[in-house]
């Protein structure tokens, strides 16, 4: 019987392709940028050159300010996300395994999701405040939807007859929801959480709309307000490359986790 071939031989043909392949399509827009920038399409106002934007993240490092903007906007992600991850679980938890509190709840949640995250920003400078507490609250909410929503819809469908071995275990309330609910559910919640993480930094602009005077969203709107449109890309291209790290560092969990419980 022939042996087959170890699987980690094929990613090591395979990755550096599929490596060069997700670099491509960056490397077309910058190729895109430069052109629409030197043929004169846009304006330097419209959109500066590529070097301008560099020239403009090397002024922020020299003046000691680009590194706390991108500290403090993403310790206000990881925070709020956690918080609203954990209310997530918890929230979800309740609704997908009760009825009666499915019944309760979840229009009422449903419609709360429908708000975007522009909308809270008014109510909770008024009932927080401006300071830090009203910005993690407001990407805290971010996260909570999309955790929520996976939770709750897939505890509602767990296999009934692993929940019915469970229960012949001995297993009931909190031990089986920890120990067979949660970990059959498990692909779906994490997939939650990941697409929490990415909507905790889709709400990290409007949470530093609330009167900061530091991090990324500060960043992209003094900068509007100043006109330095170099500035503003330089902000949006951060967003971007943060957003991305993050999504990959839990990639490399969920996989991690999916090959332990799924």
């Not at 004169?40 to 419209?46: A, I, M």
């Not at 499915?102 to 949640?109: D, G, Q, R, S, Y």
């Not at 971010?142 to 009934?160: K, W």
């Amino acid at each position: 019987m022939a042996t087959p071939t170890p699987p980690t031989k094929e990613r090591r043909r395979t990755g550096a392709p599929v490596a060069l392949l997700g670099v491509l399509v960056p490397a077309l827009l910058v190729g895109l940028w430069v052109w629409s920038t030197s043929a004169g399409v846009f304006t330097p106002v419209q959109l500066p050159p590529p070097q301008d934007v560099f020239r403009a993240a090397v002024d922020l490092l020299e003046r000691g300010q680009l590194l706390p903007h991108i500290g403090i906007s993403t310790q206000r992600v990881l925070l709020g996300y956690a918080i609203g991850a954990a209310l997530g679980i918890v929230v979800g938890a309740i609704v997908g395994l009760s009825r009666l509190s499915e019944a309760l709840f979840a229009p009422t949640v449903g419609a709360f999701r429908a708000v975007t995250g522009l909308a809270w920003v008014p109510l909770l400078a008024l009932w927080v405040g401006i300071g830090e507490d009203s910005k993690v609250t407001l990407v805290a909410i971010g996260a909570f939807f999309p955790v929520y929503t996976t939770v709750a819809a897939s505890l509602r469908h767990v296999d009934a007859n692993l929940v019915e071995a469970g229960r012949a275990f001995g297993r009931g309330g909190l031990s089986l929801l920890l120990s067979v609910q949660l970990p059959a559910a498990t692909p779906s919640v994490v997939a939650g959480l990941r697409l929490a993480l990415a909507q905790s930094w889709l709400f990290l602009v409007a949470a530093e709309l609330l009167a900061s005077s530091m991090g990324l969203g500060f960043l992209l709107i003094d900068s509007q307000n100043n006109g330095r449109t170099d500035r503003m890309i330089l902000a949006i291209i951060l967003l971007a490359i943060l957003g991305k790290l993050c999504d990959s560092a839990f990639a490399l969990a969920q996989k991690r986790v999916l090959d332990r419980w799924a």
